[in-house]
């Protein structure tokens, strides 16, 4: 028999046996890890389906078939079964990390396991006796007495046997897939390290990256087996088996037990296995050492310029790369520095090759954990001092023993000695030392990023022909980036020493996220010239064909005489590069190119010729084919097949070099460095996108073998994505606050308030008046301008950095892609809009409400403003529109309910309107209600209400004049308005609802007043008889106050609405004072001037009657005849008490108990009362009559007419006066006098206010000169001032005239002025009140205009001081002095009772 036939066979046999080997019987059901794809081929229960769909299996069916086959065969499908053997290893890694994630560690040089290693489900919840059968290995379980250790577990093994097994069952075959994959993957180590005739990187790269590849894996695989129970696992199965089997042992279980303990540790069983490949190790490792010292020497590879376009000695010369050959050597360098790492730590004998141990060293002072698998690791220093060192003692001891022999012998022993003292100091430099050296990695990297991106940015065209520079570049950053999460919380111990401490890492590490950064702008370069980088990639294989063409036919390789397998070989990968010279030269590069071919082919070419029992090798083909200046054909090759994946496999290099999924292991680290470093002094907000971008990677991380594994991923992804756009909208929410802050924007836009003004004003006359500079207890107000101020030069730049920040984060967010995450869609620039809407919603509610205490609605709109003007900063730079997103949550806001007025059929919505709702709770509470008894009080001068005590920390005027409610309509428009009128209208249903109750209980009361009017006696002993005449008179003075309160947020929103849509209000103003007046009115016009009223439309007054006719129009028993007595029940209030306490106030115009808006509630309720009586009057005749509803024959409507109701009014108010009159002036004696002057001024009031009820109605009763020295007498007692007055400064007497002192004479006439104040000059004429227009009289003879209203007379103004017009005094003479205030009185000159009062 032929050699190659004995080798064909042998390959045969060895196949089949693997395969028997690998028969394994899985109940799929009960395993929780199912199997892929890799081990699904191993299962033999469909060996015809297996070698369809795997190389190997093809292979073997072909051997199976073909009993005569050639060597040359067998080699070129040998990479294959390499390739197949690295997939198996990271499907075993993966499971047994599964595995090890599910069981957690023992404790250190323990056996022990928490309680929650018994709590999987896995092994039987008895400690006792799996840890004692796991320290009894490799004895068998059944000669261990087991019923003197846990007799009660042994019962329960018994007992649930069948369970236990169907448990270990699916972790026992990966155990055993281990064991297998350990015996082919040795026979192919062995026979490749034997067998390949090079495996330098220089000559036979590609050989050389699998076979060391499947050497890792080998490795790594063995390394992380040894972090689950496989002792406790195999012992326990094959227990729980014999129990089941009636003592029959599990199968493998002898040879499993042989490869455990082979294993335990696994460095001394690889140590063994691997001997015999130790020298081609060791010979691989120092031919890649120049590579791992460059790539270790940062400031060579800067400044020899290998991660440069640019030429280090010619500069101003663009070149494709100053190191093209060490550029495609450094994208090796990650993988080569995990050989060195792992083949000198399994093969230590080889560290005493000369320079060896330099190349380790250098690795070492710089590592400190030795990847394995996703985040699993071992502590490298503790496996080379257990290892490594051992064997390096044994080493020096047998030189030692041959010293005598010779010189080698001593070399050697020094050596040796050299090596052992230099790997002990390593782990101590490694951990003082490595994180400084890997942060200085890290700055030259991010410089040499950022050179890179900017060259290649400008310059595109060279991306193609620098691309393996920028995959080292990759392969570089990422390799620092998981240096620095796989260290952090690493806890290590010293060389000498017992003690154990973390490894310190700065988590507030900036250069992160520059790294991660440029990795992500780096890749998007390269996707975006992905077409440019094919078409320079296919030119340049379109040059190589014909090259090697030319050396295929050369004169070496017809020497040669290659035989027709090598041939074909050759012609069939360069067959499918024969077709791009002409895809070449078309404008547009086929999507569909697939050169896998090409590559299959040179692989297998490649593994034939390197093999040493090829007639042909490759050295052969490199002597045959070289010349002077150019490659051979197995040069030329291999750089065709490095080139022919950046036509095609594009996504896969940049996954191969620039993949971060291995992050997904270390996301809490990742989301704590982030969160410290995105916004930090050093961080820029525009690297959101590549931490945001990792989350797209983390699924990649998800195996066939464990399918359970991708749903995880997923949901960890999304999760991930979600916190990390939640920290840059808070990073961006916390930008915008920052600029709008005091300290921010607000310092720049700083404004006194008028109550600081009026302080800073009287300070500084009293500094004046003193000639000092300092007052003591002086406020020190920031002035308008203070920012300017060099001391505040660094705050500027903080506004400048701060907007600076904002600005490039929003332009990031805008420019970036939506991001998907698997079924996941996260689009950024909607983050921001909704992130901005919700920060502008959450700062609206809280400037609002500062401390519990209600914010001015001034300061809450400047607040505003300053807010939208971030926004609109913000605006600039997204494509957005943010500012409808604004006005969106101010009408979310304002909008509380639909306005019953416009929309009656109140249709329902969510629920909104929160900031809105609580400024008017507040005002209603506060203001309103006084639900905090601060004396609140409504000023008519002012406009305002007024409290004697804070409400809180708030004053009553400072929130509740005519200016802040102009503010509030600003900000809340209509809808707020509404709102507060609702709030209003509730208040009042409820007081007017006691009006009704008052008027029936006292009815018979009322009759009888009304009857006999004119007896003083009747009256006084009817109103002596009113029932709770104090709540009524409370609830009447509410009821005005609440009618205040109207009238000024209707005068507020009037001006606000004529400034801002002066058409829209022209049009309602126009509407009410020509709309048709009907009675009743027709509903739609009824409700559209309520919609006037509240807009401020009308008439202030007529708006508070509005209001009060549509709560009484919803009154059952509103309009009938005891609402007639409603006079007479107004009058019982001028027997009050509250007259006896009251005082009236020249400086605010009305009374200290609030006693005139008592005025204002008679004034509404009255006229609403004759409205609805009409209306009811109205409706009640129509249903009587239909027909008196048409017209008559003459065109007149047979119905009682607006005129009509007016004259009601008057007559109704008339007999109010008439009756209050009486009773004030018939009450009143010498000993009562004050209530008598407050009654006659509120009555004063009450003209004043209606359009009903003239002042001359009230002079046919009281003389004006009464009311003129009641006045006076005020006026003269009060000295109304704001501001400090010098001492030195000339008072005024009451009358006008200056107070003179005795040795005066320099008095002139230009002197003799009027004292003013900011309300205006208190003698210049008279004092507008509530109305601040003047009533005009109603002419005697009761002629009407054409509105249906009291004509007003254009020649006559009437007022509280306008009764001056008939008391003349001679010119230059003044009126006679007073009598002093203890002794005076307004009425001191008239000695009997009323005048009269008929």
Same mark, same amino acid.
């Given at each position: 028999?032929?050699?190659?036939?004995?080798?064909?066979?042998?390959?045969?046999?060895?196949?089949?046996?693997?395969?028997?080997?690998?028969?394994?019987?899985?109940?799929?059901?009960?395993?929780?890890?199912?199997?892929?794809?890799?081990?699904?081929?191993?299962?033999?229960?469909?060996?015809?389906?297996?070698?369809?769909?795997?190389?190997?299996?093809?292979?073997?069916?072909?051997?199976?078939?073909?009993?005569?086959?050639?060597?040359?065969?067998?080699?070129?499908?040998?990479?294959?079964?390499?390739?197949?053997?690295?997939?198996?290893?990271?499907?075993?890694?993966?499971?047994?990390?599964?595995?090890?994630?599910?069981?957690?560690?023992?404790?250190?040089?323990?056996?022990?396991?928490?309680?929650?290693?018994?709590?999987?489900?896995?092994?039987?919840?008895?400690?006792?006796?799996?840890?004692?059968?796991?320290?009894?290995?490799?004895?068998?379980?059944?000669?261990?007495?087991?019923?003197?250790?846990?007799?009660?577990?042994?019962?329960?093994?018994?007992?649930?046997?069948?369970?236990?097994?169907?448990?270990?069952?699916?972790?026992?075959?990966?155990?055993?897939?281990?064991?297998?994959?350990?015996?082919?993957?040795?026979?192919?180590?062995?026979?490749?390290?034997?067998?390949?005739?090079?495996?330098?990187?220089?000559? !036979?790269?590609?050989?050389?990256?699998?076979?060391?590849?499947?050497?890792?894996?080998?490795?790594?695989?063995?390394?992380?087996?040894?972090?689950?129970?496989?002792?406790?696992?195999?012992?326990?199965?094959?227990?729980?088996?014999?129990?089941?089997?009636?003592?029959?042992?599990?199968?493998?279980?002898?040879?499993?037990?042989?490869?455990?303990?082979?294993?335990?540790?696994?460095?001394?069983?690889?140590?063994?296995?691997?001997?015999?490949?130790?020298?081609?190790?060791?010979?691989?490792?120092?031919?890649?050492?120049?590579?791992?010292?460059?790539?270790?020497?940062?400031?060579?590879?800067?400044?020899?310029?290998?991660?440069?376009?640019?030429?280090?000695?010619?500069?101003?010369?663009?070149?494709?790369?100053?190191?093209?050959?060490?550029?495609?050597?450094?994208?090796?360098?990650?993988?080569?520095?995990?050989?060195?790492?792992?083949?000198?730590?399994?093969?230590?004998?080889?560290?005493?090759?000369?320079?060896?141990?330099?190349?380790?060293?250098?690795?070492?002072?710089?590592?400190?954990?030795?990847?394995?698998?996703?985040?699993?690791?071992?502590?490298?220093?503790?496996?080379?001092?257990?290892?490594?060192?051992?064997?390096?003692?044994?080493?020096?001891?047998?030189?030692?023993?041959? %010293?005598?022999?010779?010189?080698?012998?001593?070399?050697?022993?020094?050596?040796?000695?050299?090596?052992?003292?230099?790997?002990?100091?390593?782990?101590?430099?490694?951990?003082?030392?490595?994180?400084?050296?890997?942060?200085?990695?890290?700055?030259?990297?991010?410089?040499?990023?950022?050179?890179?991106?900017?060259?290649?940015?400008?310059?595109?065209?060279?991306?193609?022909?620098?691309?393996?520079?920028?995959?080292?570049? #990759?392969?570089?950053?990422?390799?620092?980036?998981?240096?620095?999460?796989?260290?952090?919380?690493?806890?290590?111990?010293?060389?000498?020493?017992?003690?154990?401490?973390?490894?310190?890492?700065?988590?507030?590490?900036?250069?992160?996220?520059?790294?991660?950064?440029?990795?992500?702008?780096?890749?998007?370069?390269?996707?975006?010239?992905?077409?440019?980088?094919?078409?320079?990639?296919?030119?340049?294989?379109?040059?190589?064909?014909?090259?090697?063409?030319?050396?295929?036919?050369?004169?070496?390789?017809?020497?040669?005489?290659?035989?027709?397998?090598?041939?074909?070989?050759?012609?069939?990968?360069?067959?499918?590069?024969?077709?791009?010279?002409?895809?070449?030269?078309?404008?547009?590069?086929?999507?569909?190119?697939?050169?896998?071919?090409?590559?299959?082919?040179?692989?297998?070419?490649?593994?034939?010729?390197?093999?040493?029992?090829?007639?042909?090798?490759?050295?052969?083909?490199?002597?045959?084919?070289?010349?002077?200046?150019?490659?051979?054909?197995?040069?030329?090759?291999?750089?065709?097949?490095?080139?022919?994946?950046?036509?095609?496999?594009?996504?896969?290099?940049?996954?191969?070099?620039?993949?971060?999924?291995?992050?997904?292991?270390?996301?809490?680290?990742?989301?704590?460095?982030?969160?410290?470093?995105?916004?930090?002094?050093?961080?820029?907000?525009?690297?959101?996108?590549?931490?945001?971008?990792?989350?797209?990677?983390?699924?990649?991380?998800?195996?066939?073998?464990?399918?359970?594994?991708?749903?995880?991923?997923?949901?960890?992804?999304?999760?991930?994505?979600?916190?990390?756009?939640?920290?840059?909208?808070?990073?961006?929410?916390?930008?915008?606050?920052?600029?709008?802050?005091?300290?921010?924007?607000?310092?720049?836009?700083?404004?006194?308030?008028?109550?600081?003004?009026?302080?800073?004003?009287?300070?500084?006359?009293?500094?004046?008046?003193?000639?000092?500079?300092?007052?003591?207890?002086?406020?020190?107000?920031?002035?308008?301008?203070?920012?300017?101020?060099?001391?505040?030069?660094?705050?500027?730049?903080?506004?400048?950095?701060?907007?600076?920040?904002?600005?490039?984060?929003?332009?990031?967010?805008?420019?970036?892609?939506?991001?998907?995450?698997?079924?996941?869609?996260?689009?950024?620039?909607?983050? #921001?809009?909704?992130?901005?809407?919700?920060?502008?919603?959450?700062?609206?509610?809280?400037?609002?409400?500062?401390?519990?205490?209600?914010?001015?609605?001034?300061?809450?709109?400047?607040?505003?403003?300053?807010?939208?003007?971030?926004?609109?900063?913000?605006?600039?730079?997204?494509?957005?529109?943010?500012?409808?997103?604004?006005?969106?949550?101010?009408?979310?806001?304002?909008?509380?309910?639909?306005?019953?007025?416009?929309?009656?059929?109140?249709?329902?919505?969510?629920?909104?309107?929160?900031?809105?709702?609580?400024?008017?709770?507040?005002?209603?509470?506060?203001?309103?209600?006084?639900?905090?008894?601060?004396?609140?009080?409504?000023?008519?001068?002012?406009?305002?209400?007024?409290?004697?005590?804070?409400?809180?920390?708030?004053?009553?005027?400072?929130?509740?004049?005519?200016?802040?409610?102009?503010?509030?309509?600003?900000?809340?428009?209509?809808?707020?308005?509404?709102?507060?009128?609702?709030?209003?209208?509730?208040?009042?249903?409820?007081?007017?609802?006691?009006?009704?109750?008052?008027?029936?209980?006292?009815?018979?009361?009322?009759?009888?007043?009304?009857?006999?009017?004119?007896?003083?006696?009747?009256?006084? !002993?009817?109103?002596?008889?009113?029932?709770?005449?104090?709540?009524?008179?409370?609830?009447?003075?509410?009821?005005?106050?609440?009618?205040?309160? %109207?009238?000024?947020?209707?005068?507020?929103?009037?001006?606000?609405?004529?400034?801002?849509?002066?058409?829209?209000?022209?049009?309602?103003?126009?509407?009410?004072?020509?709309?048709?007046?009907?009675?009743?009115?027709?509903?739609?016009?009824?409700?559209?001037?309520?919609?006037?009223?509240?807009?401020?439309?009308?008439? #202030?007054?007529?708006?508070?009657?509005?209001?009060?006719?549509?709560?009484?129009?919803?009154?059952?028993?509103?309009?009938?005849?005891?609402?007639?007595?409603?006079?007479?029940?107004?009058?019982?209030?001028?027997?009050?008490?509250?007259?006896?306490?009251?005082?009236?106030?020249?400086?605010?115009?009305?009374?200290?108990?609030?006693?005139?808006?008592?005025?204002?509630?008679?004034?509404?309720?009255?006229?609403?009362?004759?409205?609805? %009586?009409?209306?009811?009057?109205?409706?009640?005749?129509?249903?009587?009559?239909?027909? !008196?509803?048409?017209?008559?024959?003459?065109?007149?409507?047979?119905?009682?007419?607006?005129?009509?109701?007016?004259?009601?009014?008057?007559?109704?108010?008339?007999?109010?006066?008439?009756?209050?009159?009486?009773?004030?002036?018939?009450?009143?004696?010498?000993?009562?006098?004050?209530?008598?002057?407050?009654?006659?001024?509120?009555?004063?009031?009450?003209?004043?206010?209606?359009?009903?009820?003239?002042?001359?109605?009230?002079?046919?009763?009281?003389?004006?000169?009464?009311?003129?020295?009641?006045?006076?007498?005020?006026?003269?007692?009060?000295?109304?001032?704001?501001?400090?007055?010098?001492?030195?400064?000339?008072?005024?007497?009451?009358?006008?005239?200056?107070?003179?002192?005795?040795?005066?004479?320099?008095?002139?006439?230009?002197?003799?002025?009027?004292?003013?104040?900011?309300?205006?000059?208190?003698?210049?004429?008279?004092?507008?009140?509530?109305?601040?227009?003047?009533?005009?009289?109603?002419?005697?003879?009761?002629?009407?205009?054409?509105?249906?209203?009291?004509?007003?007379?254009?020649?006559?103004?009437?007022?509280?001081?306008?009764?001056?017009?008939?008391?003349?005094?001679?010119?230059?003479?003044?009126?006679?002095?007073?009598?002093?205030?203890?002794?005076?009185?307004?009425?001191?000159?008239?000695?009997?009772?009323?005048?009269?009062?008929?």
């Amino acid at each position: 028999m032929s050699e190659n036939s004995c080798v064909m066979e042998l390959d045969v046999q060895t196949s089949q046996q693997f395969l028997a080997k690998l028969r394994l019987k899985r109940n799929n059901d009960a395993s929780p890890v199912r199997p892929g794809p890799a081990e699904a081929a191993w299962s033999a229960e469909d060996t015809g389906a297996r070698r369809n769909e795997s190389p190997v299996w093809r292979r073997a069916s072909m051997a199976t078939q073909r009993s005569q086959s050639t060597k040359n065969v067998q080699k070129t499908r040998q990479i294959e079964w390499v390739i197949h053997l690295q997939k198996v290893a990271l499907g075993l890694m993966t499971k047994l990390h599964k595995l090890h994630q599910i069981l957690g560690s023992a404790e250190p040089g323990t056996l022990h396991h928490p309680d929650s290693f018994w709590k999987t489900g896995i092994f039987p919840d008895m400690p006792k006796l799996c840890q004692h059968v796991a320290r009894k290995f490799p004895e068998h379980p059944a000669k261990m007495q087991l019923d003197k250790v846990d007799k009660g577990g042994c019962d329960m093994l018994h007992e649930h046997s069948g369970r236990y097994v169907a448990s270990l069952e699916p972790w026992i075959m990966v155990l055993e897939d281990l064991m297998t994959f350990r015996e082919q993957s040795l026979r192919v180590i062995l026979d490749l390290s034997s067998t390949v005739v090079t495996l330098l990187p220089n000559q !036979n790269p590609l050989l050389l990256r699998v076979f060391m590849e499947l050497f890792c894996s080998f490795v790594r695989v063995n390394l992380l087996a040894d972090k689950v129970p496989r002792k406790m696992l195999l012992q326990m199965y094959n227990l729980v088996h014999t129990i089941m089997k009636s003592g029959r042992d599990y199968g493998a279980y002898h040879r499993m037990v042989q490869f455990v303990e082979a294993y335990d540790p696994p460095l001394k069983g690889l140590h063994d296995d691997l001997n015999f490949v130790s020298p081609r190790i060791g010979e691989i490792l120092d031919a890649v050492g120049p590579t791992v010292l460059l790539g270790s020497d940062f400031q060579r590879l800067r400044s020899e310029g290998y991660l440069s376009p640019f030429h280090p000695r010619y500069p101003d010369k663009l070149t494709n790369s100053a190191h093209p050959a060490r550029a495609q050597e450094l994208v090796n360098i990650e993988a080569y520095r995990e050989w060195v790492l792992i083949g000198y730590l399994v093969c230590p004998t080889e560290l005493l090759r000369p320079g060896a141990v330099d190349i380790a060293l250098v690795l070492l002072k710089e590592s400190i954990l030795l990847p394995l698998f996703r985040d699993e690791y071992v502590l490298l220093h503790e496996e080379y001092q257990h290892y490594v060192l051992p064997r390096i003692a044994e080493s020096k001891k047998l030189a030692k023993a041959g %010293r005598a022999k010779g010189r080698d012998a001593d070399v050697e022993y020094n050596l040796a000695k050299q090596v052992e003292k230099q790997i002990c100091d390593a782990q101590d430099t490694a951990i003082n030392n490595a994180d400084s050296a890997h942060r200085e990695h890290r700055l030259l990297l991010k410089q040499e990023i950022g050179r890179m991106l900017l060259f290649f940015s400008d310059q595109p065209t060279l991306l193609a022909p620098n691309l393996q520079m920028v995959f080292a570049a #990759l392969v570089m950053v990422r390799a620092e980036i998981l240096w620095f999460f796989s260290h952090v919380g690493v806890m290590v111990g010293k060389a000498k020493g017992t003690r154990v401490m973390p490894i310190e890492m700065d988590m507030e590490d900036p250069t992160i996220g520059f790294l991660l950064d440029g990795m992500d702008r780096l890749t998007g370069l390269i996707r975006k010239y992905t077409p440019a980088c094919k078409a320079f990639a296919m030119g340049y294989l379109s040059a190589a064909v014909q090259r090697m063409q030319v050396l295929l036919v050369g004169p070496g390789m017809v020497a040669l005489d290659i035989d027709p397998e090598l041939r074909e070989l050759f012609n069939s990968a360069l067959e499918t590069l024969d077709q791009l010279p002409q895809l070449h030269t078309d404008k547009i590069v086929p999507a569909s190119l697939d050169l896998s071919g090409f590559r299959r082919d040179w692989l297998r070419l490649i593994m034939l010729v390197s093999s040493s029992r090829s007639p042909i090798n490759i050295r052969h083909l490199d002597k045959a084919t070289v010349s002077t200046g150019n490659d051979s054909i197995v040069s030329e090759g291999n750089l065709a097949y490095l080139w022919s994946r950046s036509v095609d496999e594009m996504d896969k290099q940049i996954l191969q070099h620039a993949s971060l999924k291995m992050l997904y292991f270390y996301r809490p680290d990742v989301t704590a460095v982030f969160r410290h470093t995105m916004f930090g002094p050093e961080g820029r907000p525009q690297h959101c996108c590549a931490w945001l971008s990792l989350a797209c990677t983390f699924s990649d991380n998800a195996h066939p073998n464990v399918p359970d594994e991708l749903p995880t991923f997923a949901r960890d992804a999304v999760s991930y994505a979600e916190s990390i756009l939640d920290s840059v909208m808070g990073g961006l929410e916390g930008l915008i606050n920052i600029l709008d802050s005091e300290g921010g924007y607000g310092s720049l836009d700083n404004k006194l308030l008028l109550e600081q003004a009026a302080l800073r004003l009287n300070q500084l006359s009293r500094a004046g008046i003193y000639g000092i500079k300092n007052v003591n207890g002086m406020v020190d107000f920031p002035l308008p301008g203070f920012e300017s101020e060099p001391i505040h030069r660094g705050s500027i730049k903080m506004l400048e950095a701060a907007v600076q920040r904002l600005t490039s984060l929003c332009s990031v967010l805008n420019e970036m892609e939506p991001l998907r995450v698997l079924n996941h869609m996260f689009v950024p620039r909607e983050y #921001l809009r909704d992130r901005i809407m919700k920060n502008f919603r959450t700062r609206l509610k809280s400037i609002i409400m500062t401390n519990g205490e209600l914010q001015r609605p001034s300061v809450v709109e400047a607040r505003l403003q300053r807010h939208m003007s971030i926004v609109h900063l913000v605006e600039q730079h997204v494509q957005l529109d943010l500012t409808r997103g604004v006005r969106e949550v101010l009408l979310t806001e304002s909008f509380a309910r639909h306005m019953e007025d416009l929309h009656p059929d109140d249709r329902e919505v969510g629920a909104g309107g929160e900031a809105v709702c609580t400024i008017a709770d507040w005002y209603v509470e506060n203001l309103l209600r006084d639900a905090k008894a601060s004396g609140v009080i409504f000023s008519p001068l002012d406009k305002c209400f007024k409290s004697t005590r804070p409400i809180g920390r708030v004053a009553a005027e400072s929130v509740a004049d005519l200016a802040e409610l102009k503010a509030f309509v600003r900000i809340f428009g209509p809808y707020g308005v509404d709102k507060l009128c609702n709030s209003l209208l509730e208040q009042l249903t409820v007081l007017v609802d006691t009006l009704d109750t008052f008027l029936r209980s006292n009815k018979e009361i009322l009759e009888s007043l009304a009857g006999n009017l004119h007896s003083k006696s009747h009256r006084e !002993n009817m109103l002596l008889q009113i029932v709770e005449l104090e709540i009524l008179m409370s609830n009447a003075m509410r009821i005005g106050h609440m009618l205040s309160m %109207r009238a000024l947020l209707a005068e507020a929103t009037g001006q606000v609405l004529r400034t801002n849509t002066p058409l829209l209000f022209s049009l309602l103003t126009d509407f009410c004072k020509h709309a048709p007046a009907t009675i009743p009115e027709k509903p739609n016009l009824l409700r559209l001037k309520r919609v006037s009223s509240r807009v401020g439309a009308v008439e #202030l007054e007529e708006g508070d009657a509005v209001m009060i006719h549509s709560i009484l129009n919803n009154m059952e028993g509103a309009g009938d005849p005891t609402w007639g007595l409603l006079p007479f029940l107004f009058v019982a209030c001028m027997n009050s008490n509250v007259w006896n306490s009251t005082t009236f106030s020249v400086l605010t115009g009305g009374f200290t108990s609030n006693v005139h808006c008592l005025a204002r509630c008679i004034n509404a309720v009255m006229i609403a009362n004759e409205w609805v %009586r009409s209306e009811r009057r109205e409706q009640h005749r129509l249903t009587l009559d239909p027909r !008196n509803g048409s017209m008559g024959e003459d065109g007149v409507q047979g119905v009682e007419t607006r005129a009509d109701v007016n004259i009601s009014i008057k007559a109704s108010m008339k007999t109010f006066l008439q009756c209050a009159v009486a009773t004030v002036l018939e009450s009143w004696d010498d000993s009562h006098r004050s209530p008598l002057v407050a009654k006659l001024i509120f009555l004063d009031q009450l003209c004043e206010l209606t359009n009903y009820l003239p002042r001359s109605t009230l002079e046919g009763y009281v003389p004006h000169t009464i009311m003129r020295s009641i006045y006076q007498m005020y006026f003269e007692n009060s000295v109304p001032s704001l501001v400090h007055v010098h001492p030195s400064t000339r008072q005024y007497a009451g009358n006008g005239g200056p107070i003179k002192s005795q040795g005066d004479t320099s008095a002139e006439p230009s002197e003799i002025h009027l004292q003013q104040t900011s309300r205006g000059s208190i003698f210049s004429g008279p004092i507008k009140f509530a109305g601040q227009h003047k009533r005009p009289e109603v002419e005697p003879s009761g002629e009407l205009g054409p509105d249906g209203k009291p004509r007003r007379k254009a020649n006559r103004f009437s007022g509280p001081l306008d009764y001056s017009r008939k008391v003349s005094f001679a010119e230059g003479r003044g009126p006679p002095e007073p009598a002093p205030s203890s002794t005076r009185s307004p009425l001191g000159r008239f000695r009997s009772g009323p005048l009269s009062y008929v």
